[in-house]
């Protein structure tokens, strides 16, 4: 009796191609789902609203704007001078006294709020780090004339945040 | 000598059938957790371009809030990703001195709503 010589098994040609061809489906469903995705994410600015920080700048300025008093905005308050990356807020705190508060976006990356007493004393400083390049534009509202339009765009220039803040009646 | 065998066709297509579905199941759970990132940025994009314009309707004369422009009057350029939309807004009376003003913002198959309310204060627009 002749003994057989040992067969290594291994795959034939169809059985790789069977094989593939399966991964090869399940692969293009994978390209197919996370492409969708990408084109999504080129066209949405980033959500900067889920970054806390941010969000608080956000909040924080949207209050100091809404308590905000007459005559609303100051052109210069402790070597601060209104501008685009400058807001100056006159505002009514809670116990009927006045502060001035400036919101300072000058630093790519930074926020900072100062307030100071109508005598000119700092009472607080509050820094915010990691943010978005900010602008702050007048955007006047027929009735509500001291209007301020907020922006901020992510590192793509695509606009992220734009929020109008009128002062409320007090 | 011990023969050595490979696998065969069927337990090659179980293994990747156990990948697949194990793969399959994860980028279910990937693309979910993508999609609702996607509402939630989206829904607020959305509620950005509405509460601008709340600013705007809520300083219109009562007696002028049915002749105001049905459409956005505010700039809705934070609305392009959601593009095509659709951004109007509509007057109800509700009652005798009450109307309420509804802002939506149509996109894709969603759409937002919010609803606020004016009040007749006989023109001192304190409310």
């Known amino acids: ?170 | 000598m011990k023969r050595q065998r490979g696998f065969s066709l069927v337990e090659v297509l179980a293994a990747l059938l156990v990948l697949a579905v194990v793969i399959t199941t994860t980028m279910a759970m990937f693309v979910e957790r993508q999609k609702r990132m996607q509402a939630a940025s989206e829904t607020i994009l959305a509620y950005q371009a509405i509460a601008n314009e709340i600013e705007v309707r809520r300083r219109i004369p009562y007696a002028e809030l049915e002749q105001a422009d049905p459409a956005f009057v505010t700039d809705t350029t934070i609305l392009k990703p959601l593009a095509p939309f659709a951004a109007t807004v509509a007057v109800a009376p509700a009652q005798g001195y009450v109307k309420v003003v509804t802002l939506s913002v149509r996109w894709k198959n969603r759409v937002e709503r919010v609803a606020i309310t004016r009040v007749d204060t006989g023109g001192s627009n304190l409310w």
């Open chain 1, 1 to 170: 009796m002749v003994k057989r010589a040992h067969r290594s098994a291994g795959f034939t040609l169809m059985e790789v191609v069977v094989a593939l061809a399966v991964f090869g489906v399940f692969l293009w469903i994978v390209v197919i789902l996370t492409a969708d995705m990408r084109n999504w994410e080129k066209r949405m600015p980033i959500n900067y609203m889920t970054h806390p920080q941010i969000s608080a700048v956000v909040s924080r300025l949207r209050r100091d704007v809404e308590d905000a008093t007459q005559p609303y905005y100051l052109e210069s308050s402790n070597g601060f001078n209104m501008s685009e990356k400058t807001l100056i807020v006159y505002r009514l705190m809670q116990a009927g006294t006045v502060e001035t508060v400036v919101w300072d976006f000058s630093t790519e990356g930074t926020v900072t709020r100062h307030s100071f007493t109508s005598i000119g004393g700092e009472t607080s400083k509050w820094t915010a780090n990691g943010t978005p390049t900010f602008r702050i534009t007048d955007f006047p509202i027929p009735g509500s004339p001291d209007s301020v339009r907020i922006q901020a765009f992510d590192k793509d220039g695509k606009l992220a945040i734009d929020q109008i803040i009128q002062p409320r009646t007090h």
